[in-house]
């Protein structure tokens, strides 16, 4: 038996065994995306560092894969047809060996028929398509992956540090300056400017106030995007446990607080008035408020020229009763004539918070949970049973009001001015008829309701804050953070691999049962030219006679 007709030996077809790359790969790639495989850490660290570098290797890897698939199925073409080629009965043109030529390299043979053309332009190009296919697989792709960690919370079991403090100067409360903020129980004092500045944009010119963005009182850069609710104030101040997590993008965790729902009115029959004291540049703002004690009626002495630049804000120092509904009420100058006779009931309803923080952009987003839960459980959502902290709370409106009157004017009176004004502004801009304004009451109304919104608001937090940070009065919180990820390829790329690799084992499984293992393979084979011009020479004038044919 001559070399040319003896079957080839079988470490000839360990070339199939190539397929476990593709093969094992794209089934890697398909568990992957079904279950959700991330690249998180410093894997994601690096291929985002080094894009172009990780994008470059894929592109190589992927024309690696698209190569050997290609070559494994230009073998059997090879094979299929070498073992036709050698049986007797078969009828051999040129055109079929040019083209089992082309096909087994492959390249593309334009001197052959258009269809055969064809399919040879087909199978030439097929690695450009495989390779892209497999690009598609492989490139990593956006993609979040969802982790628990712990941040602390205020705790309110002790509440020691909470109560109304002095304004003299060596009087306040326990405070703490750090390079986070100042953090003090004295929050009507201590945070007058920063209370007062973020008042005075409690009303947003277009939409609503879950459109307000307002900073946090701290200087960890944050703001808030609609109303805090007095709640969020870990952001930024506990929550170190995040930043093990550097591509962490939001992390979301519950908290409980108070939602102050507010209703003003005028009250022209208010008691709460301002007058002179007959002392130079004195005045008194005085009487009896709705839930003020009957035998103690509201007292303060104010500064100026005269009362037109007075604004007075009056919340009963000895309550009826220390309650979760409270009032408060505004005597005003001249200067301030909106405010004059304003009367709110401030209702504080305990909830459960979902904080939302968007850890790039740095904004807090409040929203409130259901709180259809039975009313004996009330204790646990109530942060305060007691309710002396809301008493506390409402206090600092009244310690406000008189720090920051001065003979000229009032800073507090003019941050409700200008949420009046926008307010205006605003409702007038969206209502449904141009021609009939809102009316300035009502205008007048909404503007000092966001202003005390945005006031009541901002305490709650301080108080959470000097919580946190001045009494280190703590809770552990489980805080579900959402990571920036990769993963690998898109789902329909992935899919797309893996059926063209199940194909190609599949035919060369079923090429392999066939033949039988390829048993009568010769060892001929006519890409070799040494064995064509053996070949041609063995054959002598019957080959050549045959070829000028």
Not at 33 to 38: F, G, K, M, P
């Amino acid at each position: 038996m001559s070399d040319s007709t003896r079957p080839v030996p079988w470490a000839h077809h360990l070339i199939y065994l190539l397929l476990l790359l593709p093969t094992g790969l794209s089934i890697t790639l398909l568990l992957s995306d079904s279950r959700h495989w991330t690249l998180t850490g410093d894997l994601y660290t690096f291929i985002n560092t080094y894009r172009t570098s990780v994008q470059t290797a894929i592109q190589i890897l992927a024309t690696l894969l698209s190569t050997i698939q290609l070559v494994i199925i230009c073998r059997l073409i090879n094979h299929a047809t070498r073992i036709l080629f050698s049986r007797p009965t078969h009828h051999t043109t040129l055109n079929d060996l040019a083209l089992w030529s082309s096909l087994s390299t492959p390249t593309t043979n334009f001197s052959l028929p258009l269809p055969q053309i064809l399919l040879t332009l087909i199978l030439a190009n097929l690695s450009a398509v495989l390779s892209a296919l497999w690009t598609g697989a492989l490139t990593p792709t956006s993609a979040t992956t969802l982790t628990n960690t712990t941040i602390s919370i205020p705790s309110y079991a002790n509440r020691t540090f909470i109560k109304e403090y002095p304004s003299q100067i060596d009087n306040t409360g326990p405070s703490l300056r750090t390079t986070r903020g100042y953090f003090t129980y004295s929050v009507g004092v201590g945070l007058l400017t920063s209370l007062v500045s973020s008042a005075s944009t409690a009303s947003p010119l277009t939409g609503t106030l879950r459109n307000r963005t307002h900073a946090k009182l701290d200087s960890t850069g944050y703001s808030y995007t609609g109303r805090s609710y007095g709640v969020g104030s870990p952001v930024g101040l506990t929550d170190s446990a995040v930043s093990f997590y550097p591509w962490a993008a939001n992390y979301t965790y519950h908290e409980r607080g108070y939602d102050a729902q507010i209703d003003c009115i005028y009250n022209a029959s208010s008691q709460f008035i301002l007058q002179d004291t007959f002392y130079n540049a004195l005045y008194d703002a005085r009487g009896a408020l709705p839930d003020s004690n009957t035998s103690s009626a509201e007292y303060s002495v104010y500064t100026g020229w005269s009362t037109d630049t007075i604004v007075a804000l009056g919340v009963a120092s000895d309550p009826i009763a220390y309650t979760k509904t409270r009032y408060v009420a505004a005597a005003a100058g001249a200067s301030y004539r909106a405010l004059n006779a304003s009367q709110c009931l401030v209702t504080f309803i305990p909830t459960w918070f979902q904080v939302d923080v968007a850890v790039k952009d740095k904004t807090i987003s409040i929203s409130k949970l259901n709180t259809s839960s039975p009313s004996q459980r009330e204790e646990e959502t109530d942060i305060d049973p007691t309710n002396r902290t809301i008493h506390v709370v409402m206090r600092q409106l009244e310690l406000i009001s008189n720090d920051l009157t001065s003979f000229y004017r009032s800073t507090l009176g003019d941050a409700f001015n200008t949420s009046i004004a926008d307010a205006t502004t605003n409702l007038n801009s969206t209502s449904p008829s141009p021609s009939h304004p809102i009316s300035n009451t009502s205008a007048a109304l909404t503007g000092i309701q966001n202003t005390y919104i945005s006031l009541l608001d901002d305490i709650l937090s301080c108080y959470a804050s000097a919580q946190l940070i001045v009494g280190n009065f703590t809770l552990p919180a489980t805080a579900t953070v959402r990571i920036d990820a990769l993963r690998l390829g898109s789902r329909v790329y992935i899919i797309a691999v893996f059926v063209v690799s199940l194909l190609v084992v599949g035919i060369v499984g079923m090429e392999a049962g066939r033949t039988k293992g390829w048993r009568n393979l010769p060892g001929f084979d006519f890409l070799d030219a040494r064995m064509l011009v053996l070949g041609a020479a063995n054959g002598g004038r019957g080959v050549a006679e045959r070829a000028a044919e």
